[in-house]
């Protein structure tokens, strides 16, 4: 059984530019969440999907956007970077947003800088 | 609104139990979750408990849930080297589409 992956694992932008950032889910995993983790401050929920759709958002702006496609697997798109969107971006699989305890799965991270 | 609240540094002997301590506001909250990180990685999920559970012991953890208070604690047994690392408490809300809440971690620091 494969775990959740993360591409790529560092990345390095200037503000104003766009950035696609990509995560396999686990395997059977039908829901996908994406977080933003700032350095030395817990995780914060962007949004998740569940089946191609979004399924709930976080207090994040209209540039931070996402797709869901039909092997499960995810991106989170970010445009007009800014420096505050420095951060580690961590996505998580669940088994089923719709369930009981959404038991959710984390891959490895990509750490993004933006100069 | 939610907010999850966690010391931010622990520090323990080798082989002592470490006792990491967590309070929550959201009274809907469904499952409470501990996940441990370890330096540049991502959150690796420990353990879980309902929020109708009181204790749930796996191996070396055991969690216990005062749900009247909102406190959840993470007791680690035999602590190791190894079990250096920030660990996380999170929380999710009745009714599901909203994500996890998380706190700020705790530093998990072992003493030789």
């Known amino acids: 059984e494969t775990g959740v992956t993360q591409s790529p694992t560092h990345l390095i932008k200037t503000r104003g530019q766009q950035v696609t950032l990509r995560c396999s889910s686990q395997?059977?995993?039908?829901?996908v969440s994406w977080y933003q983790q700032a350095l030395g401050q817990g995780p914060q929920f962007i949004f998740q999907?569940?089946?191609?759709?979004?399924?709930g958002r976080g207090n994040f702006p209209p540039r931070f956007s996402g797709l869901q496609f039909p092997n499960y697997s995810s991106e989170l798109n970010v445009n007009a970077l800014e420096l505050d969107d420095s951060a580690l971006y961590l996505c998580?699989?669940?088994?089923?947003?719709?369930?009981?305890?959404?038991?959710?799965?984390f891959g490895p991270g990509t750490r993004l800088t933006v100069l | 609104g939610e907010d999850v609240e966690q010391s931010l540094f622990l520090s323990v002997r080798e082989g002592d139990s470490s006792v990491i301590n967590c309070t929550y506001t959201?009274?809907?909250?469904?499952?409470l979750y501990w996940y441990k990180q370890e330096p540049g990685a991502g959150l690796q999920l420990l353990t879980y408990?309902?929020?109708?559970?009181d204790m749930k012991q796996d191996q070396r953890l055991t969690v216990l849930l005062n749900k009247k208070d909102k406190h959840l604690s993470l007791r680690i047994a035999d602590t190791q080297t190894g079990d250096s690392a920030i660990y996380f408490c999170?929380?999710?809300?009745?009714?599901?589409?909203?994500?996890?809440?998380f706190g700020k971690g705790t530093h998990l620091i072992i003493q030789p």
């Open positions: 998580a699989s669940s088994l089923d947003a719709r369930g009981g305890s959404d038991t959710q799965y």
């Open positions: 395997s059977g995993h039908n829901t």
């Open positions: 999907y569940y089946r191609e759709e979004e399924n």
């Open positions: 959201d009274s809907s909250s469904t499952y």
């Open positions: 408990i309902f929020s109708n559970m």
């Open positions: 999170a929380e999710k809300s009745g009714g599901g589409a909203d994500g996890l809440t």
